[in-house]
């Protein structure tokens, strides 16, 4: 057993029809477009009942177009939580997949949180559940457990820690350094949190499959076709060791190499003089980018990265949310209690 790769070998399953590195299916529901009211009449109704409701729309970045332009708040994992955290709202719609909606209703258990579809899931956060999470705590008494975000509720209750892609490395150099710790359920991540802290890291081996689908292969296609742009990694990418690698010895330019979560890709951009992006995440930011960015040209370092659970949340959807106030995520107030010391202790840190 290879302790240094972690001693589990769990994948999460993929959405029906979804092979690795395919373009997912179903996902593109065009609003009004299947004998539903049009699209403009929908977004007027879901605004007029978020006010009757006291409610606000919170948004993932990889959210469909017509998704993100009618939330209050489009970011990350960090920023999504954040937003909950802070609300005055008495319902908090979730558009995003189900481990975010129950981060704020661990955050926020006072209020309702609704999603509009709660089989919005996660190949990644399916990669690990409760029974194997103790099992592999056992067999390393002393260890302290770092959870990135994307797990279930009951697997963050048995987390010492909670990280999300934003804030993983300050995370974990939090930690001391004689301390041993397991980190899941990413391996991705894992690695690269490994190479840029020196520690010795007990990873999980998890992965999501749309972005352990991008590889070295696509980045090089890629760079070799626009090598005057910037490129923008997400650090759960298949291809994020061989960049860090590259852009080490000099085959790609450091300054103009960043691994970031997806607000940082958007905080970076705004900040760059550059002109040109190379982004190598789910393509749904796209339209975050350019919406913010005109001037600016955005490349998908792979074309088909869809996350077809990001996209199971539509606009009939959410109208449907909003009138009958499904569905509601719920928590047993034991897991929500023990879930959130791992969220609170993260939110200490950043
Ligand atoms: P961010 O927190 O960087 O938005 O990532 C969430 C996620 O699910 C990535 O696949
Ligand atoms: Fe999960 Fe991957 Fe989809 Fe993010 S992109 S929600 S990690 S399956």
Not at 115 to 143: E, F, N, Q
Not at 334 to 340: D, G, K, S
Request: glycine share 6%; net charge negative.
């Amino acid at each position: 057993m290879d302790e240094s790769k972690g001693d589990v070998h769990l994948f999460g399953p993929r959405p029906a029809g979804q092979e690795e590195g395919s373009a997912s299916v179903g996902s593109q529901v065009t609003p009004g477009s299947n004998g539903g009211p049009p699209l403009a009449e929908m977004v007027a109704e879901i605004l007029r009942l978020k006010e009757e409701q006291n409610a606000v729309i919170l948004a993932h970045n990889y959210q469909i177009p017509a998704i993100q332009d009618l939330a209050d708040f489009v970011g990350d994992s960090l920023g999504l939580s954040r937003q909950a955290e802070e609300t005055d709202a008495e319902t908090i719609v979730f558009c995003g997949v189900h481990f975010m909606a129950e981060t704020a209703k661990i955050l926020c258990p006072e209020k309702r949180v609704l999603i509009p579809d709660p089989a919005a899931g996660c190949s990644l956060a399916d990669s690990i559940d409760v029974d194997s999470v103790r099992a592999w705590k056992a067999a390393h008494p002393g260890a302290l457990l770092v959870v990135y975000v994307n797990c279930s509720a009951e697997v963050k209750a048995e987390a010492d820690y909670c990280c999300t892609s934003a804030n993983a490395l300050k995370v974990i150099q939090a930690i001391p350094e004689d301390r041993q710790v397991l980190f899941a359920p990413d391996m991705f991540l894992g690695e690269y949190l490994r190479e840029k802290t020196g520690r010795a890291l007990t990873v999980w081996m998890g992965e999501c499959h749309v972005h352990a689908a991008i590889g070295p292969r696509d980045v090089q296609r890629m760079w070799s076709e626009k090598p005057d742009a910037d490129l923008l990694v997400h650090p759960e990418c298949g291809c994020v060791s061989s960049v860090m690698w590259h852009a080490a010895i000099g085959d790609l330019p450091e300054n103009r190499t960043q691994i970031l979560s997806t607000q940082g890709m958007i905080n970076v951009v705004a900040e760059s003089e550059s002109k040109e992006f190379l982004v190598a995440t789910e393509t749904g930011i796209l339209h975050q980018l350019r919406k913010l960015n005109h001037g600016k040209r955005f490349f998908p370092v792979k074309e088909d990265a869809e996350c077809s659970y990001m996209k199971m949340i539509t606009v009939e959807k959410l109208l449907r949310t909003m009138r009958e106030g499904v569905y509601e995520v719920v928590l047993a107030p034991e897991i929500i209690e023990r879930a959130r010391l791992s969220i609170e202790r993260m939110m200490a840190i950043v």
